[in-house]
Every structure is written in C-alpha cells, then in structure tokens.
C-alpha cells in the first residue's frame, strides 16, 4: 500500500524493547515468525506484571501489524478493551513514526468515563530494529488523584490540577479516529462548512501529526465524518503534508 493511501512514513532508530535486548541498524530479512515469537514471550509476563501491580493495573500487548485489532493480549481491566480491541491515539502515533517510534513513559490521560490513567507504552523491535507492536502499561489513579487533593484541603494547601487530555479507548478503531475528528470539531466551534482554508489545512495537519491518517481507511472514515468527498480529504492531506504556511494552494470544491 502506498504512503498516500494509509499514511505511514518509513524510517529507523528509537528506543524500545528489542529481541535479544540488542541495539543496531535496521536489517532487513526480519520475519513475521520473529515477531510472532516475541509477543508469545511477552504474553505470559503481563499476567505476572498486573498481578502484582494490583486491580488498577492493566498491561496490553499491541501488533501494528493488525492496527485495527491491534491488543493481541490484556491483562487486568482499566480501559474497558478486550483481546481484538485497537489502539488508543498514543498507538496511532507511534504507528505513524514507523520504526521512529520512541518510548512513551509515565504520561497521564483521562478516560472519556472519567478515569485518570498514568501510562507507559515501550514499542517492541524486532532484530532488525523493525517496530510492529508495543507494550503498555496503564495505572488507574483516580483514586490516588481524588486523595491527593482530600489531603491537600485539610491542609490547607490545595493544588490546582493540571489540565489532563482525554483519551478514547474502545475495542473499534473507528470510534477512536471520530473522537479525534469530533474532538477538533468541538475546538474550532464551528463546523467544516465554516471553516476557512487555514483553518480546513490546519485540521488535516493537526490529524496527521496525531497519527490519524496511519491507520488504514482513515482518509475514508474523516471524510465521511467531515461530510466531503475522499478526493477532497486525501487532496486536503497532501497539501497539509506539503504546505510551507497558510497561503498554499487548496484544492478546489469541497463539499
């Protein structure tokens, strides 16, 4: 498939979990079996992992290769995801970077239910140095958050809380990629058809840097969601991705 239709950039490096623990160059030759062998070590080790952190523990094993039913194991229940579930916004990202993909540790989102999630999403590298999936761990700290606070006001010291960004998890993937359109939607507070061409070329490159376009038939899905054509989104796309500044061309009719 083409960069122009599902949107995924070729590169190497980052850090991340490798088979062997070894670091190198990108190789070639890198086989499924490999990859294959790699999540069915993992996959035994979560149950240990959540076991131990306790009930508000949950640790997933994701395949890019499969992205839209990439949690391929789960262990403990946080999210409300299943095995055969996708990737949340973070994955989609690291999808996007390719083999750029770098750890994302300790960093903290809000569930749409209201859950404060502190996570951590380490990519998995074949051999080769090929990322195809990742591990994450995600900690439920509502509670842990709530108390924070409670002691804070009895001492007189309350601490205004950071603004957390909500997060989608949910077993459909195009649940996940709505969210982020709607998401943009709601920011702007107005709908496409209001939108000037700054604006429309703004959200396309604000849903690329997000990973949206990685997964495939999302240009379709965003199209739909945005109410126009999918020549118009994928010409919209590739002038986000080649626009130096807000006067570049846009294609004509969008409707």
């Given at each position: 498939?083409?960069?122009?239709?599902?949107?995924?950039?070729?590169?190497?490096?980052?850090?991340?979990?490798?088979?062997?623990?070894?670091?190198?160059?990108?190789?070639?030759?890198?086989?499924?079996?490999?990859?294959?062998?790699?999540?069915?070590?993992?996959?035994?080790?979560?149950?240990?992992?959540?076991?131990?952190?306790?009930?508000?523990?949950?640790?997933?094993?994701?395949?890019?290769?499969?992205?839209?039913?990439?949690?391929?194991?789960?262990?403990?229940?946080?999210?409300?995801?299943?095995?055969?579930?996708?990737?949340?916004?973070?994955?989609?990202?690291?999808?996007?970077?390719?083999?750029?993909?770098?750890?994302?540790?300790?960093?903290?989102?809000?569930?749409?239910?209201?859950?404060?999630?502190?996570?951590?999403?380490?990519?998995?590298?074949?051999?080769?140095?090929?990322?195809?999936?990742?591990?994450?761990?995600?900690?439920?700290?509502?509670?842990?958050?709530?108390?924070?606070?409670?002691?804070?006001?009895?001492?007189?010291?309350?601490?205004?809380?950071?603004?957390?960004?909500?997060?989608?998890?949910?077993?459909?993937?195009?649940?996940?990629?709505?969210?982020?359109?709607?998401?943009?939607?709601?920011?702007?507070?107005?709908?496409?058809?209001q939108l000037g061409r700054a604006e429309r070329l703004q959200l396309f490159r604000d849903l690329d840097r997000r990973g949206v376009f990685a997964v495939r038939g999302a240009v379709q899905q965003v199209a739909a969601r945005l109410g126009i054509s999918r020549a118009s989104a994928y010409n919209y796309l590739s002038a986000?991705?080649?626009?130096?500044?807000?006067?570049?061309?846009?294609?004509?009719?969008?409707?």
């Amino acid at each position: 498939m083409s960069e122009a239709e599902d949107g995924r950039p070729e590169g190497s490096g980052g850090s991340g979990v490798r088979a062997g623990g070894t670091a190198g160059p990108v190789r070639s030759g890198a086989t499924d079996g490999e990859q294959d062998a790699i999540i069915a070590a993992l996959t035994p080790v979560i149950d240990g992992i959540a076991a131990t952190l306790g009930s508000f523990c949950e640790v997933v094993i994701h395949d890019f290769r499969r992205p839209e039913h990439s949690i391929v194991a789960l262990a403990g229940s946080v999210t409300g995801r299943g095995p055969g579930g996708s990737m949340s916004e973070i994955g989609m990202q690291l999808l996007a970077r390719g083999d750029h993909a770098r750890d994302e540790l300790n960093y903290l989102t809000r569930t749409q239910d209201g859950k404060m999630v502190k996570s951590s999403t380490m990519v998995l590298r074949d051999s080769g140095g090929a990322v195809f999936g990742a591990l994450c761990v995600n900690l439920d700290i509502t509670a842990v958050k709530q108390a924070h606070a409670l002691i804070g006001e009895i001492a007189g010291v309350g601490v205004s809380p950071a603004a957390v960004p909500t997060t989608t998890f949910g077993d459909d993937i195009g649940a996940v990629l709505d969210a982020i359109v709607d998401e943009h939607q709601l920011r702007q507070n107005k709908p496409w058809s209001q939108l000037g061409r700054a604006e429309r070329l703004q959200l396309f490159r604000d849903l690329d840097r997000r990973g949206v376009f990685a997964v495939r038939g999302a240009v379709q899905q965003v199209a739909a969601r945005l109410g126009i054509s999918r020549a118009s989104a994928y010409n919209y796309l590739s002038a986000a991705r080649s626009a130096a500044d807000d006067d570049a061309e846009l294609p004509d009719g969008t409707a």
